[in-house]
């Protein structure tokens, strides 16, 4: 691969998740506060009359939806805390997007050259070699945007902002304090594979109809418009296929990132949650999502496709 290749899906890959995290950014806050367990855990006073007459309150835990996380955020902190760690978001949204797809772009060219070209191997270990990359170079942004989008303040109280939050977490653990998660982050990889081996199987498949299809020159602009909404479809199945399966690193890797907790490491956690909460505290936040993922995923894939398209001419 060229260098000019390797800076067009460095470009286009910068452009795909900047767009994606810019559309998505309110279902993304509402997502990592239910993963929270400081945020996602609410107390009601419930009273129950006994036989006696005499009242009684008993505490009830209660693990609010995503519609009554989003009405309590804008309730409590206003609109404009949906759109809270926005900032380092496009910060490591668009080195990491871009990042990942040129490292998938090199990969798969040099593996299609060793392996049947672009076959389910080609595309896996592809996936895997930039996720790790990607994942390792960006992970002390992601830790700052949880953070942020962590800070649940009052209306009219000053918001922590990225600088403070970065002084904070060094002040408190130190460089290594940036890479907590990391382990979550590098499970969830599976997740990535998985979204990759079927997009690129449903891509194929399109590809070969497309061919296969006899079509006038005349319909050579509506055959452009099919082409990218099926793309978007393609995004869409995988991820929400890859998601479903792999969600639980998710919820995993904010806990992991929050402020001085009991949580130390990727299996420590997840046990940890398990016992406390049971199995489905592994797939809190599961329904936001997949309602931020599949549209951001969607976007993503399908302006990246676009955009080498666009500059490859």
């Known amino acids: 691969m060229s260098q000019r290749d390797t800076l067009v899906h460095l470009f286009a890959g910068g452009c795909g998740g900047t767009v994606g995290a810019i559309l998505t950014c309110p279902l993304e806050v509402v997502k990592t506060r239910l993963q929270s367990s400081s945020v996602t855990l609410y107390i009601s006073e ?4 006994t036989v006696s007459g005499a009242g009684v309150n008993r505490v009830t835990r209660v693990s609010p939806g995503p519609l009554h996380c989003l009405k309590m955020i804008l309730q ?9 760690g926005l900032g380092p978001n496009l910060v490591g949204v668009a080195p990491s997007r871009a990042i990942y797809f040129a490292a998938y772009s090199n990969c798969k060219e040099k593996l299609n050259s060793i392996f049947n070209p672009d076959s389910t191997q080609v595309h896996m270990i592809s996936a895997g070699v930039a996720g790790f990359t990607a994942i390792t170079t960006t992970n002390p942004i992601w830790l700052v945007k949880t953070r942020l989008q962590l800070d649940a303040r009052n209306r009219g109280e000053k918001r922590m902002s990225a600088l403070e939050c970065v002084r904070k ?11 907590r998660g990391m382990s979550a982050s590098y499970a969830g990889i599976s997740e990535t594979v998985i979204h990759f081996v079927i997009y690129e199987s449903i891509k194929k498949k399109l590809l070969e109809y497309k061919t296969a299809s006899p079509m006038d020159s005349e319909d050579d602009s509506a055959k452009e418009a099919s082409d990218f909404v099926g793309m978007m479809m393609a995004a869409a199945t995988s991820k929400t296929c890859a998601t479903s399966i792999a969600y639980p690193h998710e919820v995993v890797r904010t806990r992991l990132r929050e402020e001085g907790t009991k949580y130390r490491s990727f299996f420590q956690t997840l046990s940890l949650l398990v016992r406390e909460e049971g199995y489905g505290s592994l797939y809190r936040g599961l329904t936001t999502h997949l309602i931020r993922q599949i549209p951001n995923t969607a976007i993503m894939m399908s302006t990246y496709e676009v955009v080498v398209y666009l500059l490859d001419g």
């Open 169 to 179: 977490v060094y002040r408190s653990d130190g460089v290594k304090g940036f890479y």
């Open 76 to 84: 409590n902190e206003g609109p404009r805390s949906l759109f809270r």
């Open 46 to 49: 419930v009273h129950l009359n």
